[in-house]
């Protein structure tokens, strides 16, 4: 369980430089976003991907099922058989309060 959080160095624009020369290093300041080649990137998280499907007749949920009638031994057994064709992501939504970013290096609180 988790965030998706960037494994790559230097792809977040709030990662460190590492250089030994950074004004920052001296001082107990540390700047809460270093924009490198990102114009406007902010710490906080607008969107995200949404988990639900459609499916062919417009309905929305996470998962879909049909029933099937099973018969074994003269006796009729309905079972639910989960439903993976067909089905269209829901894409990207807007989050109603932003959320702040899972790579973003600074502690808000310390208890």
Known sequence: MGGSGSKSKGFWPFSGSGSVD??????????LARVRSFL????FVL?????????EDGDLAHEFYEE???TKNGR???KL???H??????????????????????VLCEA
């Open 81 to 83: 058989k989960r439903i």
């Open 40 to 43: 406007g990137a902010t710490p």
């Open 76 to 78: 009729k057994k309905a």
């Open 85 to 106: 064709k067909n089905l269209t992501p829901q894409g990207i939504i807007k989050l109603d309060h932003p959320c702040i970013h899972v790579d973003f290096p600074v």
């Open 47 to 55: 969107t995200r991907r949404s988990s639900l499907f459609y499916d």
């Open 68 to 70: 099937t009638i099973v």
């Open 22 to 31: 950074d004004p920052t290093k001296d001082g107990n300041e540390q700047p």
